[in-house]
Nanobody, 124 residues
Framework: VQLQASGGGLVQAGASLRLACTASGRSFSPYTVGWFRRAPGKEREFVAA????????YFSDSVKGRFTISRDYAKNTVYLQMNSLEPEDTAVYYCATGRTIQSTVSRPTAYNDWGQGTQVTVSS
């Protein structure tokens, strides 16, 4: 499967962005779709995930209440809606798919396929 992440950009603090992750080659079913990010000089960090079948969602504490994640069956796309962006959210955002269980949903090693990343820059 090929994953295409899009929607990044340069915004001011407090603004919103919506990232999209589209799969080609197969459906996201029955996988989990996760978003991760990597800021300069930092390790890759889990952001959010959604189970394609069932719709269970998961968020890191740092984005809970500000970010939401959703899926569009018809477009085979997962969206990450990011509100109240902060400079600390600046990073390259990656989407990924994998078979996960609740205890592994935030682990990058649980995901097999990764998109190319999209840059999000939040200025203060």
């Amino acid at each position: 499967v090929q994953l295409q992440a899009s929607g990044g950009g340069l915004v001011q603090a407090g603004a919103s962005l919506r990232l999209a992750c589209t799969a080609s080659g197969r459906s996201f079913s029955p996988y989990t779709v996760g978003w991760f990010r990597r800021a300069p000089g930092k390790e890759r960090e889990f952001v959010a995930a959604i189970r394609w079948n069932g719709g269970n969602t998961y968020f890191s504490d740092s984005v809970k209440g500000r970010f939401t994640i959703s899926r569009d069956y018809a477009k085979n796309t997962v969206y990450l809606q990011m509100n109240s962006l902060e400079p600390e959210d600046t990073a390259v955002y990656y989407c990924a798919t994998g078979r996960t269980i609740q205890s592994t949903v935030s682990r990058p090693t649980a995901y097999n396929d990764w998109g190319q990343g999209t840059q999000v820059t939040v200025s203060s």
